[in-house]
């Protein structure tokens, strides 16, 4: 956690120091070779008022990119979901964000439109499984089934390092009039999540298959 904001503090820093140090540089040329800056300094300021009264979004973005620096809201390389955009933040602005999405398109978010982070990087996420069984069908045996394969799943070397608790079942979640959903969950380790409920809900199906329960996930 620490390095994931460390290096994304480096990146916008970075940036900064790179303007002002490009600003700096054109100035001292200037001067060598005999132009005074005053007057430009004079029209900067007066320019930066002007702009400063036209660009009002471009200032709430610059703010609102600070804080969610300053907040530790949102660090590069976090799975995320904003201003109804999801997938991974692949770089960091002052003014606005980039995420890259499961089918590789690219986002590019003005900072002023996130109003709600929803950050999946953050300690720990929860493969959420829910499966539909047929009304009639033996819920107790359906939901030790899930329960089980939850448990073979985390004695299984390729997935046992991203889980980080036990099976918890919630139990019956909701019903129609012909499919009972059922529902339980495995804490993993960030973006982990997916790649352990396809495994999971793959496991789920073929033992609910083999125990002569129809269902649907």
């Excluded at 982070?117 to 009304?135: C, K």
Aim: net charge neutral; proline share 2%.
């Amino acid at each position: 956690e620490a390095e994931k904001r460390a290096a994304t503090l480096v990146r916008v820093v970075r940036q900064m120091l790179g303007t002002v140090l490009v600003l700096v540089v054109l100035m001292l040329v200037l001067s060598e070779f005999g132009i005074s800056i005053t007057p430009l300094l004079g029209a900067a300021g007066v320019a930066g008022v002007a702009l400063g009264l036209g660009a009002q979004t471009l200032a709430k973005d610059f703010i609102r990119g600070f804080g969610l620096l300053f907040d530790n809201h949102v660090r590069v390389g976090d799975r995320v979901e904003l201003a109804g955009c999801s997938g991974n933040v692949e770089a960091i602005g002052l003014r606005t964000i980039t995420l890259r999405s499961d089918d590789g398109a690219v986002h590019f978010v003005p900072a002023s439109e996130i109003k709600i982070v929803t950050n999946r990087s953050y300690g720990h996420v929860y493969a959420l499984l829910e499966v539909g069984v047929s009304t009639g069908s033996d819920v107790d045996q359906a939901l030790a089934i899930l329960r089980d394969s939850g448990t073979a799943l985390r004695a299984d070397p390729l997935h046992a390092d991203a889980l980080l608790g036990e099976v918890e079942v919630d139990g019956v979640h909701r019903w129609t009039a012909d499919t009972v959903f059922l529902r339980a969950r495995l804490r993993t380790r960030p973006g982990q999540d997916r790649t352990v409920l396809r495994e999971w809900r793959k496991l789920a199906l073929t033992q609910l298959a083999a125990a002569g329960i129809r269902s649907q996930a």
